[in-house]
């Protein structure tokens, strides 16, 4: 009985551990070495388009319910980019709000629909924004209150992540 | 007979074993099934507090300036200025937005939903690695209760009679809707 009581400590020792840990990585983590300022993917985005990019910030959103998505900005400018991942794929967690991170994936641009653009002016300025909360049938597979340039969304489709503690 | 004794004992010994485990998936099970209705991992509450007009200046400094205003002694983790005209704030398991310069805060304080987070941690596989092959296991184990289950009781009450009724129902319930709506 006390070689199991030994064991069952040793295994919450580790886990202890493991969940005390400075950074945690999510999908495949961070691969490349440089990263590229937001201001920069966002001031010329059509460069990167189709690119795997990495990009290093504080992250400003969470998607609260699946945690599907997070949105990664540079605390000077504000300007962000959102990560976009599968459900389930990698899930972000809320209280990682407010934290560093790293991610990186593939670049990519969503062109909005006139329907798309008409949903989002009409829920602007309530219940997105300040809390982020992606309401139903408001273009939520487009990125919902991702940020829009000229009626694009500009996104990573996350491949992985790091997350500091 | 001999079978039929393996049949029991392994039910009853895989019953035990997954028991835990069963009502942990099934009260995560209930939880997401109802996402769109609430927010299993997460209880979020919000409110709105004015704190007076601020002046602009460093992001750190506005900060401290209202979180003195507002009374909370606490160092944010981060300071972010998301635009010319908005703040954020975070604190630990709290999100303070600030209108400026208006001094419209947006307090956002959220902390783990208890047990609902961790069983939906298990449940949806969110740590993926060694949890993967365990949840495999897992459903192995089901499908040996299942078609251990079947053959315990002989007789009317077993497959001879109401067993299999109930076995076609409950056959018949998903195929039913798969018919309907697919």
Redesign the interface.
């Known amino acids: 009985m006390s070689k199991i009581s030994a064991a069952v400590v040793m295994v919450m020792i580790v886990a202890v551990t493991l969940a005390s840990a400075e950074t945690s990585s999510f999908g495949d983590g961070v691969s490349l070495a440089d990263s590229v300022a937001i201001s920069t993917l966002l001031s010329d985005p059509d460069a990167y388009v189709g690119q795997k990019v990495r990009i290093d910030g ?1 992250i ?1 959103g969470v998607c ?4 599907c998505w997070m949105q990664v ?1 540079d ?4 300007q ?1 980019v959102r990560i976009k991942v599968d459900d ?1 794929v990698m ?1 972000f967690p ?2 990682s ?4 991170a790293s991610a990186e994936g593939i670049f990519e641009a969503i062109e909005l629909t006139p329907e798309q653009v008409a949903a989002r002016a009409k829920n602007a300025g309530h219940s997105h924004g ?2 982020g909360t992606c309401e ?1 049938g408001t273009g939520a597979k487009a990125g919902c209150d991702a940020p829009v340039h000229e009626d694009t969304i500009y996104l990573i489709r996350g491949t992985g992540a790091v997350i500091q503690s | 007979m001999r079978l039929r004794k393996l049949v029991i004992a392994t039910h009853r010994d895989v019953g035990y074993l997954l028991a835990g485990m069963t009502v942990l998936y099934a009260i995560s099970g209930v939880a997401v099934n109802h ?2 209705d609430w ?4 209880v ?1 509450k ?1 409110d709105t507090v004015i704190v007076g007009e601020l002046d602009d200046g460093p ?1 750190f400094e506005l900060a401290e300036d209202v979180l003195a205003r507002m009374g909370v002694d606490e160092e ?8 010319p005209g ?1 703040l ?1 704030i ?2 630990d ?1 709290r ?1 303070l ?1 600030v209108e400026l310069p208006s001094g419209n805060v ?1 307090d ?1 304080v ?1 902390r ?1 939903r208890y047990v609902f987070f961790e069983t939906n941690y298990l449940h ?3 740590g993926k690695g060694i949890w993967t092959w365990i949840a495999d296991l897992y459903a192995v184990g089901l499908a040996l209760l299942a078609c251990t289950g079947i053959f315990i009781i002989t007789g009317k009450k077993g497959l001879g009679g109401r067993g299999l009724v109930l076995l076609l129902i409950g056959l018949t319930i998903p195929l039913a809707y798969l018919v309907w709506k697919l």
């Not at chain 1, 605390?75 to 504000?78: C, D, K, V, Y």
């Not at chain 2, 927010?39 to 997460?42: D, L």
């Open positions: 504080v400003t609260k319910k699946r945690g900005t605390p000077e400018t504000g962000g389930g899930v809320y209280e709000m407010g934290h560093k300040a809390d139903k | 996402i769109d927010n299993p991992n997460y979020l919000s992001r944010p983790r981060e300071v972010v200025r998301m635009s908005q954020k975070f604190l398991g999100t937005t947006h956002e959220f783990r949806l596989n969110r």
